[in-house]
């Protein structure tokens, strides 16, 4: 069995685990980060019929997968890292999920495309709950605003919330806020949970968790 396939095998598992052990209501779905594999380290999980995948980079995602997505129709292509509002129009061509929606301007541009190209998205609303300069995301207090503009004036599809919680920090008091947040919005959706803290995420309720090395192994940065 092929390394990723095997991998893949033991999260869920151990996702299972977790839900069973605890009487968990959610059952998160994984998407694999692919950002730097190519194709044929994918196809396996492809042929297997695994369907969720992430990407950080539209072009890179546009090279990998603009030809390919026609073959598997149940695929879906998630759009994790920051979005500039020149690419919004790829975005919301190529992908299926937008986790990382944290401004207005980014929302307008959206909701044009989606019009322009008769497409819906699935948009989570990027959460930056640390406040770190570095990272892209909205701050909490400013997130009933923004909700009630994106899906009251510009009629977005906002599903729920996605963090990244601090490098080297318990990640569980973020996932905490991050799901009564969602909760407050009557959202559904938690985008949160990566390959270091999947486990406390699931006991927090996500319903999709994005990992990468765990699955793929170790990455060539480009």
Known sequence: MHTSLEQLKLVRNKVN?????KQLKTDPKIIVVTKTFPLDKIIPLLENGHIHYGENKIQEAEEKWSEIKN??????????????TNKAKKAVKLFDFIH???NERLAL?????????NKEVKLFIQVNLANEDQ????VLNSLHHFYNYCVHELSLNIIGLMCLPPIEVNS??????????????NLKELSMGMSTD??????????FLRLGTLIMGKRNII
């Not at 541009?109 to 190209?117: P, T």
């Open 17 to 21: 685990d977790i839900i069973n052990k």
């Open 71 to 84: 073959n598997y129709k149940n695929l879906r292509l998630h759009m994790l890292g920051t979005l500039q």
């Open 100 to 102: 990382s929606l944290d």
């Open 109 to 117: 541009k959206i909701s044009q495309y989606q019009k322009e190209l």
């Open 135 to 138: 990272k892209s995301g909205l």
């Open 172 to 185: 569980d008091k973020y996932f905490r806020i991050l799901k009564k947040s969602s909760e407050d919005l």
């Open 198 to 207: 999947f486990e406390d995420a699931v006991l927090n309720g996500s319903t």
